[in-house]
Every structure is written in structure tokens, then in C-alpha cells.
């Protein structure tokens, strides 16, 4: 079974820092490109960026509101994806999904965790 | 790049049929036969409903189905069920991703 967990998020200050980290299991995670999108509190999806698989490159990509505050890594010893979120505004204040897609001869399964509430606030 | 456009809010009865746009430009939407659909029920991760504008996942009800003409894809949800109300998001997803700015979708 696919799963993802995110963890990490909190309340922080803003400017303050902090990391998110998603454990995969049940599929192979190094073959995967995995995204980040959050939700603001009754608010839209929006994208926060991308890393490729390391055969692909393993090059990153962002949105333009985070581009230069957040890094997206991976671990494929550890099957975990991260989040580094620095420079935090109240506006990154949010729900943070780790995502991906499974595509397979027959196949096309797209997953998300449960998410993890970042709160940015004095 | 800005969020996809969709309608706010549309509404339907049990049984009937309901369409949801979203608008984008001739770089992404226009451009590409990627475009998904997601559903989000309060308070749960959303489910992918329609991926490259009209497949759909397996499990996923055949009331569901996905087309696109020129910059604007469309949803459309037949037979409304009660189960359908809830949130419904296009996503324009060649390179970077992006969604579209929801529509809330209710059974009268």
C-alpha cells in the first residue's frame, strides 16, 4: 500500500525556519518525482515545487512565491522527501501535501498524505 | 503564472447533469493535453478524478469526464449524487503545476 506522511509542520514566526519531511513507503520512492503543494485555511491548491528523480537529473523547480526561501530535497536512502522553508511570511501559513504519481503499462495512481498545518504567526 | 479560472460555485439536482470551466492561456491549458481534476471534500487530501483531460483513474465513476477546447477545459458530473458536493479543482500540470482557483460544487 502507498503511503505518505508528512510531518515537521508547527507554529513559527515569521522569518522564522523549519523543515517538513514525507515518508514514502510502499513504492519505489527513488523512481519517483515528488511534489509539494499547500493549501492556505479555506483557500485553493496551490503548487510549491517539484524534485525530479536522480536518474532524471534530480533537478528542483518552484513557484514563484517561494523561490529563493524554500528547498525541496530528497533522501532515497530514506525514502523521504523534504521541505526547507526559511524566510517564512504569515502568507506560506498553510496545509502542506507531499504528492506524486504512480505510472504504470496500465496504470496512473496519484497520491497524496494527509498533510501537515504550518502556522506563521507572531 | 496565474491560477486557472473556474466558477466560484455551481449547483444541481440529484440526478442531473453539471459542468465545471476553467480557463487558462495558450501556454498552458492551450498548449497541452495536461489537465486534471481533482475533488476535496473538507477537511481530506484531494482525489484525482481526470488526468490528460479526459482519462479517468480506475475507481473512479464513469459520471465523471473531462474535455477541452482550446484554452478552457472542462468537468462535467452526470446523474449529481449527493456524495459529489464538495470542492473540484483543474490543474494545468506540463512543467510546473497549475491549479486552477476551485469550484464548490452543491446537491440541492
Known amino acids: 500500500e502507498v503511503q505518505l506522511v508528512e510531518s515537521g509542520g508547527g507554529l513559527v514566526k515569521p522569518g522564522g525556519s523549519l523543515r517538513l519531511s514525507c515518508a514514502a513507503s510502499g513504492f519505489t520512492f527513488s523512481n519517483a518525482w515528488m511534489n509539494w503543494v499547500r493549501q492556505a485555511p479555506g483557500k485553493g491548491l496551490e503548487w510549491v515545487g517539484r524534485?525530479?528523480?536522480?536518474?532524471?537529473?534530480?533537478?528542483?523547480d518552484y513557484a514563484a512565491p517561494v523561490k529563493g526561501r524554500f528547498t525541496i530535497s530528497r533522501d532515497d536512502s530514506k525514502n523521504t522527501l523534504y521541505l526547507q522553508m526559511n524566510s517564512l511570511k504569515t502568507e506560506d501559513t498553510a496545509v502542506y501535501y507531499c504528492?506524486?504519481?504512480?505510472?504504470?503499462?496500465?496504470?496512473?495512481?496519484?497520491?497524496w498524505g494527509q498533510g501537515t498545518l504550518v502556522t506563521v504567526s507572531s | 503564472q496565474s491560477a486557472l479560472t473556474q466558477p466560484a460555485s455551481v449547483s444541481g439536482s440529484p440526478g442531473q447533469s453539471i459542468t465545471i470551466s476553467c480557463t487558462g492561456t495558450s501556454s498552458d491549458v492551450g498548449s497541452y493535453n495536461l489537465v486534471s481534476w481533482y475533488q476535496q471534500h473538507p477537511g481530506k487530501a484531494p482525489k484525482l478524478m481526470i488526468y490528460?483531460?479526459?482519462k479517468r483513474p480506475s475507481g473512479v465513476s464513469n459520471r465523471f469526464s473531462g474535455s477541452k477546447s482550446g484554452n478552457t477545459a472542462s468537468l462535467t458530473i452526470s446523474g449529481l449524487q449527493a456524495e459529489d458536493e464538495a470542492d473540484y479543482y483543474c490543474c494545468s500540470y506540463e512543467g510546473r503545476k497549475v491549479f486552477g482557483t476551485g469550484t464548490k460544487v452543491t446537491v440541492l
Open positions: 524534485i525530479k528523480r536522480k536518474t532524471d537529473g534530480g533537478t528542483t
Open positions: 504528492t506524486t504519481v504512480i505510472v504504470g503499462a496500465t496504470t496512473y495512481e496519484d497520491y
Open positions: 490528460e483531460v479526459s
